[in-house]
C-alpha cells in the first residue's frame, strides 16, 4: 500500500520538527548536566583535561558542606524577597491591568505599549535610578529594597498577563454584584480576583522565579551577608581572588534549584492556564 506524497511530506515535516525540538532540549540540558557533574566532583577534578562528565570519584561532601547557617541565611533572605515581590507585583499588577481592561479612556492602549516597551530598558540605567533613590530613602541594605527593585522589573510583564486575562472574564457577573449594590472595590477583591486565579498564580509563579535567580540587585543594593539573597551570597562567598570553590558552588547551585523545580512541579496546569487564557478570543 502506497503512500501519498502530502502524507509523506507531513511525516518529514513533524519528524524534522521532534529532531529541532530534541537538539534544542539537548543542548539546553547540557550546562544543568555539567553542573550536577561538577557538584559530584573534587576540586581538583573540576578542571581535568580532557574533561570528564562521570567523575573517577563521586563525593557528597559538596553537598554536606552546605548545611550552614550562611546556607539558612542567604535562603530566608531569597523566600522573604521572592514571595514578598511575587504578592506585591501581583496585585499591584492586577490593579493596573483590572482598570485598563474595564474603564476605557483615552491613552489606555499607549499605556499597555509603555508597560510592554519598558522592558527594553537596560537594567543598569534602572539599577542606577533605583539606587539613587532606595539613597534618599534610606533603604539601602533592606528587603524593601529588594523587593521594590524586583517589582519594577517584572511589573510590566504581571500587567500584561493579567490584562489579557480579565479581558475574557464575563462582565454580566460584575454587572449582577453592582446591582446587588457592591462597590467597585468589593467587586474586584470579592468577584474578580477569585474568577483571575490562573492568571495570578502565572503572575506570581513568574516573579518569584525572576526574583529567586536574581542577581545584580542583591549585588547593588545590599552590603552585608546578612541580607543578601541567594544569587548575589552565592558569587561573594564562593568565588574569592585567587580561588573559586567551583564544586561546592555547583553543589549549592543545584539545592537552590530544587524549590523552583517543586514549584512548577505542582503548579505547571495553573501557570499554563494562566498564560494561555487570554490567547485565544471568542
Same mark, same amino acid.
Given at each position: &500500500?502506497?503512500?501519498?506524497?502530502?502524507?509523506?511530506?507531513?511525516?518529514?515535516?513533524?519528524?524534522?520538527?521532534?529532531?529541532?525540538?530534541?537538539?534544542?532540549? #539537548?543542548?539546553?540540558?547540557?550546562?544543568?548536566? =555539567?553542573?550536577? *557533574?561538577?557538584?559530584?566532583?573534587? !576540586?581538583?577534578?573540576?578542571?581535568? @583535561?580532557? +574533561?570528564?562528565?562521570? +567523575?573517577?570519584?563521586? @563525593?557528597?561532601?559538596?553537598?554536606?558542606?552546605?548545611?550552614?547557617?550562611? !546556607?539558612?541565611?542567604? &535562603? /530566608?533572605?531569597?523566600?522573604?524577597?521572592?514571595?514578598?515581590?511575587?504578592?506585591?507585583?501581583?496585585?499591584?499588577?492586577?490593579?493596573?491591568?483590572?482598570?485598563?481592561?474595564?474603564?476605557?479612556?483615552?491613552?489606555?492602549?499607549?499605556?499597555?505599549?509603555?508597560?510592554?516597551?519598558?522592558?527594553?530598558?537596560?537594567?543598569?540605567? /534602572?539599577?542606577?535610578?533605583?539606587?539613587? #533613590?532606595?539613597?534618599?530613602?534610606?533603604? #539601602?541594605?533592606?528587603?524593601?529594597?529588594?523587593?521594590?527593585?524586583?517589582?519594577?522589573?517584572?511589573?510590566?510583564?504581571?500587567? =500584561?498577563?493579567?490584562?489579557?486575562?480579565?479581558?475574557? #472574564?464575563?462582565?454580566? $457577573?460584575?454587572?449582577?454584584?453592582?446591582?446587588?449594590?457592591?462597590?467597585? !472595590?468589593?467587586?474586584?477583591?470579592?468577584? $474578580?480576583?477569585?474568577?483571575?486565579?490562573? %492568571? /495570578?498564580?502565572? *503572575? %506570581?509563579?513568574?516573579?518569584?522565579?525572576?526574583? =529567586?535567580?536574581?542577581?545584580?540587585?542583591?549585588?547593588?543594593?545590599?552590603?552585608?551577608?546578612?541580607?543578601?539573597?541567594?544569587?548575589?551570597?552565592?558569587?561573594?562567598?564562593?568565588?574569592?581572588?585567587?580561588?573559586?570553590? =567551583?564544586?561546592?558552588? &555547583?553543589?549549592?547551585?543545584? &539545592? $537552590?534549584?530544587?524549590?523552583?523545580?517543586?514549584?512548577?512541579?505542582?503548579?505547571?496546569?495553573?501557570?499554563?492556564?494562566?498564560?494561555?487564557?487570554? %490567547?485565544?478570543?471568542?
Amino acid at each position: &500500500m502506497s503512500v501519498s506524497a502530502p502524507i509523506l511530506r507531513r511525516r518529514a515535516n513533524q519528524a524534522a520538527l521532534y529532531l529541532s525540538v530534541c537538539t534544542l532540549v #539537548l543542548i539546553m540540558l547540557i550546562p544543568i548536566g =555539567w553542573m550536577l *557533574s561538577t557538584s559530584f566532583k573534587p !576540586l581538583r577534578d573540576v578542571f581535568q @583535561t580532557p +574533561p570528564q562528565w562521570i +567523575p573517577d570519584e563521586i @563525593t557528597f561532601k559538596n553537598y554536606v558542606a552546605q548545611f550552614n547557617e550562611v !546556607l539558612g541565611t542567604l &535562603m /530566608l533572605n531569597s523566600m522573604i524577597v521572592a514571595v514578598g515581590a511575587a504578592v506585591l507585583a501581583t496585585f499591584v499588577g492586577a490593579m493596573t491591568a483590572y482598570g485598563i481592561s474595564r474603564f476605557r479612556f483615552k491613552g489606555g492602549a499607549l499605556l499597555m505599549l509603555f508597560f510592554m516597551g519598558s522592558l527594553a530598558f537596560p537594567v543598569p540605567l /534602572l539599577m542606577i535610578s533605583l539606587y539613587s #533613590l532606595f539613597v534618599k530613602l534610606g533603604l #539601602l541594605n533592606t528587603y524593601a529594597a529588594l523587593i521594590l527593585g524586583h517589582t519594577a522589573v517584572t511589573i510590566p510583564v504581571s500587567i =500584561w498577563l493579567l490584562k489579557n486575562f480579565f479581558d475574557q #472574564l464575563p462582565r454580566e $457577573v460584575e454587572e449582577a454584584a453592582y446591582v446587588d449594590g457592591a462597590s467597585p !472595590l468589593k467587586v474586584f477583591l470579592f468577584v $474578580v480576583l477569585p474568577m483571575a486565579r490562573p %492568571a /495570578l498564580a502565572a *503572575s %506570581a509563579i513568574f516573579v518569584f522565579v525572576v526574583s =529567586w535567580n536574581e542577581l545584580l540587585f542583591g549585588l547593588t543594593f545590599t552590603s552585608t551577608t546578612d541580607m543578601r539573597p541567594l544569587p548575589a551570597g552565592i558569587t561573594l562567598v564562593f568565588l574569592q581572588e585567587f580561588e573559586g570553590a =567551583w564544586s561546592e558552588m &555547583m553543589a549549592l547551585a543545584v &539545592m $537552590v534549584s530544587i524549590p523552583v523545580l517543586i514549584l512548577f512541579f505542582f503548579f505547571q496546569k495553573t501557570f499554563l492556564r494562566g498564560v494561555t487564557a487570554g %490567547a485565544v478570543k471568542g
